[in-house]
C-alpha cells in the first residue's frame, strides 16, 4: 500500500465509536429537549387555565411584574409539588416505585410484543385475569407463608400469558388481527371480572356490593415499614432484566425480533412464525398478568391487603402501552418510563392537594411527553440547533492527485 503524495493531507477518519456515541448523544438531547418543551406546554395550560392568574395579565403592559410573578408562582409551586410528591423524601420514593411496578411489567409484555410485529392493545385484560386469579388464590387457599404469595404471583402470571395465548392462537392459526381480538378479550375480562365479584365464589360474605374478601397476609407482597416499597418493585426488576436475557441472550429471543422485523424473510430461513407468534402472546400476556398480580397482592397507602373490586387494575394495561412506546421497547427504557409515569402518579395528588392544579394535568403531561418524544422531527424544528449533521463515510480518504495510488 503506497503512502499519499506529499503535500496532500489525508481525510479524517471518523472512528465507527464516535459516530455511534455522537449518535446516542443526540438521540439523548432530543429526548431531554422533548421533556423540556412538554413541560413548558404544561405551564402554558396551567396559566391559561388559573382565572386569578390570567386577570393579571390586565396589568402586563402598566405593572408586568404582577402577571409575570402570579405565573411564576403558579408554575413553580405546581412543578415543586409534583417534584416534591415523587422523589421529595423515603416516602414520596416508595409511592413512586409502587405507582411504577405494574406499569413496568405490563410495559415490557406490550414492549415485547411490539418486537415481535405484534401491537397487543390487551394488557389491561390480561391484568385484570391475572388480578382476579392471584386475587382469589389468595383468600381462597390457606397455605404457608412464601409458598402462598408464590403460588398467588404464580396463578396470575400463568392466567395472564393464557388470555394473551388465546390472541396469539387465534392470529396464528385463523389470521385473526391480533389489535381487534386483543380489544375484544379486554372487554370479556372485564365483563368477566364484574360478574365473578356478584358470584359467591368471589363476593364477601355478608356485603351486597362487588367487593371480594380480604387477601390472606401470606399472599401478600411484604414490604418495608415507613414506605409502599415492596416486593413487587424488585419483581418488576427482575422481569426486566429476564426479559433482556431472552431478547438479546436466546434464540427464542432472536426467532422473535427477526419474526418482527420481517417474518417472511424469518419463515424462509426455516423459522416457525405462528409457533413464534404464539410464545411472544404468551410471554407478553405473563408479564402483563404480573402488574396485575401486583394490582391485587401489593399494599394499600395504609399498608393493608387490598381486596379485589372492579376498579383494582384502573388503566395500568392502557398506560403501559404509553411506557412501552416512550422506552422504545427496551426492557432499561421500560423501566425508566415506568418510574417517570409512577413520579407523575405519585406527584399529580401533591399537586392537586399543594398547589391546587387540577389532577388531570399530570396526564396531560404525559400525553404531552410521548407526543414530543414519538416525534424528534418535532423537537428538532422547534430546536433546530439539535439537528445533527450527517457525518462523512467511515474509513476513506481521497484519490491523490498527480499519479499516486489511492491507499
Given amino acids: ?123 389491561q385484560g390480561q391484568a385484570v385475569v391475572g388480578a382476579m386469579v392471584a386475587a382469589w388464590i389468595g383468600f381462597t387457599w ?45 372487554y370479556v375480562a372485564t365483563g368477566l371480572l364484574a360478574f365473578a365479584l356478584t358470584t359467591t365464589a368471589f363476593q364477601r360474605p355478608g356485603r351486597s356490593d362487588p367487593i371480594s374478601p380480604i387477601v390472606d397476609w401470606n399472599a401478600t407482597m411484604p414490604r418495608l415499614e415507613g414506605g409502599r416499597l415492596h416486593l413487587g418493585f424488585v419483581l418488576a426488576l427482575l422481569a426486566a432484566v429476564l426479559v433482556w436475557v431472552v431478547m438479546e441472550r436466546s434464540t427464542a429471543g432472536f426467532t422473535i425480533k427477526a419474526v418482527g422485523i420481517n ?28 402488574a396485575g398480580v401486583q394490582a391485587a397482592l401489593g399494599p394499600s397507602v395504609a399498608g393493608t391487603p387490598v381486596p379485589l373490586s372492579a376498579g383494582l387494575v384502573g388503566s395500568i394495561g392502557f398506560d403501559a402501552i404509553t411506557v412501552a412506546l416512550l422506552g422504545r421497547s427496551r426492557p432499561l427504557g421500560t423501566v425508566l418510563a415506568g418510574l417517570l409515569f409512577g413520579g407523575l402518579h405519585a406527584g399529580g395528588l401533591a399537586m392537586q392537594s399543594q398547589a391546587g392544579t387540577s389532577a388531570e394535568l399530570t396526564t396531560v403531561l404525559q400525553a404531552l411527553i410521548v407526543l414530543f418524544v414519538a416525534a424528534p422531527a418535532l423537537v428538532t424544528t422547534v430546536m433546530p440547533f439539535l439537528r445533527a449533521r450527517r457525518a462523512p463515510l467511515t474509513g476513506t480518504t481521497p484519490t491523490p492527485t498527480g499519479g499516486g495510488l489511492a491507499p
Wanted: aromatic share 8%; glycine share 12%; net charge positive.
Fill in 1 to 123: 500500500m503506497s503512502e499519499p503524495l506529499a503535500g496532500t493531507a489525508p481525510r479524517r477518519r471518523w472512528r465507527p465509536w464516535f459516530v455511534r456515541w455522537r449518535s446516542q448523544l443526540v438521540t439523548a438531547l432530543i429526548t431531554l429537549a422533548a421533556f423540556v418543551l412538554a413541560f413548558l406546554v404544561g405551564a402554558v395550560l396551567m396559566i391559561v387555565s388559573d382565572p386569578e392568574v390570567i386577570s393579571q395579565y390586565a396589568y402586563l403592559f402598566t405593572a408586568p411584574g404582577l402577571p409575570l410573578g402570579a405565573s411564576w408562582e403558579k408554575v413553580s409551586s405546581a412543578y415543586a409539588a409534583l417534584l416534591g410528591g415523587s422523589i421529595g423524601g423515603w416516602g414520596p420514593i416508595t409511592e413512586t416505585t409502587a405507582q411504577a411496578a405494574p406499569l413496568i411489567c405490563a410495559g415490557l409484555g406490550v414492549g415485547l410484543a411490539f418486537r415481535a410485529g405484534l401491537f397487543n392493545i390487551g394488557a
Fill in 142 to 186: 390457606h397455605l404457608p407463608p412464601g409458598l402462598h404469595l408464590l403460588v398467588a404471583v404464580a396463578g396470575g402470571v400463568l392466567a395472564g400469558a393464557l388470555w394473551a395465548g388465546i390472541a396469539g392462537w387465534l392470529k396464528a392459526r385463523a389470521g385473526a388481527h391480533e389489535v381487534i381480538v386483543t380489544i375484544m378479550l379486554n
Fill in 263 to 290: 417474518p417472511h424473510a424469518s419463515r424462509t430461513a426455516g423459522m416457525s412464525v405462528p409457533n413464534t407468534t404464539v410464545l411472544a402472546m404468551l410471554l407478553a400476556g405473563g408479564l402483563a398478568g404480573l
